[in-house]
């Protein structure tokens, strides 16, 4: 029966319990709500707004990566571009150089060759001119000493005299 008193007492609250508990909790409630709910949501509202701040922070450090990433193809694309230009610019006038030293070359060879042959040819008219003299000298030489031979009696000179008279022509 000690325990069914006991059960009693447990299962049906009196009336000033509750009426104690009411006050204590209705007290409690308004202590916390002047002095802690208040700096508790203040602070739960700053919290959420340094919070929606860094995500729109990150959101905006993600656009600006993106922007930058953006810019950074079209540098990198320009400099390949660019790039690709001055080495077809290079290859353009290493050919050129190569050309024109070439055609220098070959201007030069041929400066070379016609001098060459200028001299070849005037060394070739120079002794030409040299072996023309000596031998219109040796046939002065050789037709004065045969003449002199035949010529040394006078039968000869007129048998002579009469044979060119005869091969000249006569128009």
Known sequence: MTTFIILNALTTPSIGLIVW???????????LG?????????????REQKIEEALKEAEKAREEIKKLQSDNEKLLQQARIEADNIIKEAREIKEKIISDAKSE???????????????????KNAALAEIKQQVAILSIDIASRILKKELSNTEAQKQLAKQMLEEMPLN
Request: hydrophobic residues 55%; positive net charge.
């Open 105 to 123: 070359a070959q201007k030069e060879a041929q400066k070379v060759l016609n001098a060459a042959q200028d001299t070849i040819n005037a060394q």
């Open 34 to 46: 002047k002095f802690a709910w208040k700096p508790i949501l203040s602070a739960v509202k700053s």
């Open 21 to 31: 508990t009411t006050i204590v909790f209705l007290l409690l409630l308004f202590i």
